[in-house]
């Protein structure tokens, strides 16, 4: 059965889509079954994996408020990686689903429907803490927040932290803090390395994931390309942090 985790940060750009396709990526690469989630309507890990978000014909709105069922709507590409896709839809999804019963476990259904297929599903988030953002922590069993190494980024981890123990309290008790994922880290500067020192000051309790994300320009390159980071022509500091961080999470479940 699936071990879920969403990958959130109410702060943009923070390398939480490039994460999830990254990590999904190296997860199938050592033999997981995969399933990524797109919950962002901007569609960008679905644009990521190869598909063009505004020309699907069924994407998580139909699983959010048609009743489509998850199998249905995943897709699949050339990587080993399984979607379900989102698209600009999504955003009219959350307006929709404001006064609709059980509104915050709609994605709790749909991971419900298709876990025992996977070992792993992993739900990109949106940089909002809205309703899109509580339904996939309802629906996790662990949250991995992706840090970027500045100094906001760190700022903004405690209003993430605070909506986490909420949803603890009131829809998900055995939600827990995977760690916390450093990315965009540039070696040269010192700032980058104070951010470090300063996310272990900030949060003793929260585990520190030690593979460390280098920034790369290779990352939106590859991007735009829309193949996996392990596709970069030269090899990439920053991949080799995903493929140690799949490891690990393959380790311990
Ligand atoms: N390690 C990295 N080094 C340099 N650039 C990176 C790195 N990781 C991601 N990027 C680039 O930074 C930009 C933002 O990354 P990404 O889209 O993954 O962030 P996000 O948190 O999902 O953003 P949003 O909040 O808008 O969903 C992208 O152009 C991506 O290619
Ligand atoms: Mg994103």
Do not use: W
Not at 22 to 30: C, F
Not at 55 to 76: F, G, M, W
């Amino acid at each position: 059965m699936a071990e879920v985790f969403v990958l959130a940060n109410q702060k943009g750009g923070v390398g939480k889509t490039t994460s999830t396709y990254n990590l999904g990526v190296a997860l199938a690469d050592i033999g997981q079954k995969v399933l990524l989630v797109d919950m962002d309507p901007q569609g960008g890990l679905t644009f990521c994996a190869g598909f063009e978000p505004e020309d699907l014909e069924k994407t998580i709105y139909h699983c959010l408020l048609r009743n489509t069922p998850a199998q249905e709507v995943v897709v699949s590409n050339a990587f080993g990686i399984h979607l379900i896709p989102a698209n600009i839809d999504l955003s009219i999804a959350e307006f929709q689903l404001i006064n609709a019963p059980a509104r915050e476990r709609r994605v709790t259904k749909i991971v419900n429907e298709v876990r025992d297929e996977y070992d792993f599903i992993l739900i990109d988030s949106q940089p909002s803490l809205g309703l899109l953002t509580l339904n996939a922590l309802a629906a996790a069993d662990q949250v991995i927040i992706p840090v970027s190494c500045e100094y906001l980024s760190v700022r903004g981890t405690t209003a993430l932290l605070k909506l986490i123990a909420k949803v603890r309290g009131q829809l998900n008790s055995k939600l827990v803090v995977a760690g916390l994922l450093p990315t965009m880290f540039d070696s040269r500067t010192l700032h980058g390395r104070r951010i470090l020192k300063l996310l272990e000051e900030e949060f003793p309790d929260l585990h520190l994931y030690p593979h460390i994300v280098a920034r790369s320009i290779r990352f939106a390159e590859t991007a735009a390309d829309r193949v996996p980071i392990f596709e970069a022509k030269i090899q990439v500091p920053g991949a080799l942090a995903y493929r140690e961080l799949a490891r690990e999470l393959v380790k311990s479940k």
